[in-house]
């Protein structure tokens, strides 16, 4: 079994930003969290509207940075800037999916397909910072190109410290169930990612040679399983946490952003509680903090006091 600092939260887009982090560290004070995706170009270039590139990381303990793009120099800066930042390692990102990433983008999944920009970017990133650099991946491009391993081989020689390897090629999307491969014999260690979402998940991956595992969408509405899959005790109450969450959210965004986009949360928290459909109907009309937090305490019997 992995001890909690084998058990990494994934990056989650739209997800985990950092009042999702707040939420998680609660309840795992030493796992590996590692951040939603951040864009190379939008981070050097300083874009003001978006708030995470302008994070700091220094008292979130263990935090890993994650960065896509298709530019080396680009992307190297991009680490150091979240170096000096306060990340613990910076994580590149060759497994999302999207088609604005993965194909548009030339980066994400795509750098399954060209393992030679993938091994410039990996070695401008070690290169360019002094703490470790992790890539995530994915089984390859589809069932035509299984290559994880040639790409796992590409990234030991560019000096990655471990990988994170997503049960998927890019083409299924997050359709099917993942199916993990065997890793042993892998020259650097390898995380299990793709529905992992109990502790027989995690002896299923131990078995197969993998050195930890990181937890994605089953985060969604329960963001304290990473502490309670490695044997911590689960909320006794609910509400309490999401309306924790909620304050986090409208303190990091303010309440014209934070309450439409903690919506999802909602949703998630609720999923197959009784009168939830209802609940989640009530909420998608809401604009108002205050009226938001009445709704939350009404539905879960809050008894929070904050």
């Known amino acids: 079994m992995?001890?909690?600092?084998?058990?990494?939260a994934a990056p989650l887009a739209g997800v985990t930003d950092r009042p999702f982090r707040r939420i998680v560290r609660e309840f795992?004070?030493?796992a590996p969290i590692v951040t939603?995706?951040?864009s190379c170009h939008s981070l050097v270039g300083g874009r003001k509207n978006c708030l995470r590139n302008f994070d700091r990381y220094d008292e979130e303990g263990p935090v890993g940075a994650q960065i896509f793009g298709a530019d080396a120099g680009l992307m190297a800066d991009a680490a150091r800037i979240l170096q000096d930042a306060g990340a613990k390692w910076i994580d590149i990102n060759m497994g999302c999916p999207v088609p604005?990433?993965?194909?548009r983008a030339g980066a994400g999944a795509f750098l399954m397909r060209d393992h030679r920009l993938a091994g410039d970017i990996m070695r401008a990133v070690v290169n360019a910072?002094?703490?470790?650099?992790?890539?995530?991946?994915?089984?390859?491009w589809d069932d035509a190109h299984r290559d994880w391993r040639d790409?796992?081989?590409v990234a030991a020689d560019c000096g990655v410290k471990f990988v994170a390897l997503h049960g998927r090629t890019r083409a299924q999307l997050y359709l099917g169930p993942a199916v993990l491969p065997d890793v042993h014999g892998c020259p650097l260690p390898?995380?299990?990612n793709g529905d992992i979402r109990c502790a027989d998940d995690l002896s299923r991956a131990s078995e197969l040679g993998y050195a930890g595992a990181m937890i994605g969408r089953a985060m969604l509405g329960r963001p304290w399983i990473i502490g309670t899959i490695g044997g911590g005790a689960a909320p006794t109450n609910v509400g309490n946490i999401v309306r924790r969450h909620l304050e986090y959210s409208l303190e990091y965004y303010g309440a014209k952003t934070a309450v439409p986009m903690f919506r999802?949360?909602?949703a998630w928290y609720s999923a197959g509680m009784p009168n939830s459909a209802e609940f989640r109907i009530r909420v998608n009309g809401i604009i108002d903090p205050d009226e938001l937090r009445v709704a939350i305490d009404e539905f879960w019997g809050c008894d929070l006091d904050i």
């Open 2 to 8: 992995f001890t909690n600092n084998q058990i990494f």
């Open 190 to 192: 390898v995380i299990a």
């Open 151 to 153: 790409m796992i081989n």
């Open 100 to 103: 604005k990433v993965a194909t």
């Open 36 to 38: 939603e995706m951040i």
């Open 264 to 266: 999802k949360h909602v």
């Open 28 to 30: 795992a004070p030493n």
């Open 129 to 140: 910072v002094q703490i470790p650099v992790s890539i995530k991946t994915r089984l390859g």
